[in-house]
């Protein structure tokens, strides 16, 4: 993986705190698995596990908690990634450490796209309700 694919971007920020925070932590937790030993490889997806399931419950809770609109595809989405999380486990315990390497590929190509197109809108949402306005984002020139 390129480490700059791993490296947390300003764009990231969606203004939300909670979900920015959660955000640096998939960032970290992707990139671990990414730069971790075969012996190492493990632990880091075990955290990255425990992570992903803590992060979309979370926004789960969010979205069922306040009723947000349309929250159907954006919880679904969030149970496939988990299914393939799922799958790459029982690949990984019998020794497979490329599919578990191509998983954090594939998180951090993902995951552009789901915050622009669906956790922006939760966090619209969620500074709205709690803040009565939507967010400023502070960014450094790219
Ligand atoms: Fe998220
Ligand atoms: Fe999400």
Known sequence: MNPTESAWRDDFALGYAPMDHTHGEFVQCVAAVAQASDAGLMDAFVALKAHLQAHFDQEDSWMRDTDFPA????VDEHAEVMKSVHQVEALLKQ????????????????????????????SHWMCKRQYGGTPVVLRRRQ
């Not at 929250?71 to 954006?74: P, V």
């Open 71 to 74: 929250r159907d595809c954006h």
């Open 95 to 122: 020794g497979d450490y490329a599919v578990c390497r191509r998983l954090a590929n594939e998180l951090s190509t993902w995951f552009p796209g789901h915050a622009t197109y669906l956790d922006s809108a939760l």
